[in-house]
């Protein structure tokens, strides 16, 4: 069927899923995911990271990295959890994490409406939103130990905590932006947005 806002499309459709990235402080992830979500017709809001958005030079990063995203499709910037819960709707809030009880993909069971929420990669999902979610979903990974070495020019200049979890396998949330979309088009979800 024909990528159409109601309708299951395979892999003609769009996902139906849209994207909510809190606290992501990459300008350079930021403006990947956007290019990301409009390939794959998925909405996307921001929270948490008001001095990045407010920052020109970062705004135009996001801008360089989103190959014109940014200006054909846009995001939507909201302030914190109750703003979201609003953005939302009738959709679930798909919490991502790294931990183990948690449901993998590809067993994750997309539904139209989705909102999956992606975390920072020094942090993962703030505990309010993982809170407040209706399931969690996880990208299966090897058990190996890959710590995070101190970085030239880190994305968060002012941070001195270590990252949480640090030396167990993530990915890069643009990555996993990109593996959820995929998997939300590959299981033929398509819809609301």
């Known amino acids: 069927m024909a990528g159409t806002s109601g309708t ?3 892999r003609n459709g769009v996902t139906g899923i849209r994207i909510l990235l809190v606290g992501v402080r990459s300008p350079i992830n930021t403006g990947m995911i956007l290019r990301v979500a409009e390939t794959y ?9 008001d001095d990045v958005l407010d920052d020109p030079v970062r705004l135009q990063t996001i801008r360089d990295f989103s190959c014109g995203a940014l200006e054909r499709r846009g995001f939507t910037r909201l302030a914190g959890l ?10 679930r809030l798909v919490a991502t994490t790294i931990a183990a009880d948690a449901v993998e993909l590809p067993a994750f069971a997309f539904r139209p409406g989705d909102v999956i929420a992606f975390g920072s ?7 309010a939103f993982a809170a407040a979610a209706d399931v969690a979903l996880t ?6 130990f890959t710590p995070k070495p101190p970085t030239a020019n880190p994305i ?5 905590a270590p990252p949480s979890n640090d030396g167990r396998p993530n ?9 959820a979309c995929y998997a939300a088009y590959c299981a033929g979800v398509a819809g609301a947005g």
């Open 171 to 179: 990915l890069n949330v643009a990555m996993s932006v990109g593996i």
């Open 139 to 144: 990208i299966p990974m090897p058990d190996v």
């Open 8 to 10: 299951w499309g395979g």
């Open 121 to 127: 990669e020094y942090d993962g999902l703030d505990p």
């Open 41 to 49: 017709e998925a909405d996307v809001a921001l929270t948490g990271a």
């Open 82 to 91: 109750e703003a979201a819960r609003a953005w939302i709707g009738e959709g």
């Open 156 to 160: 968060d200049p002012g941070r001195t």
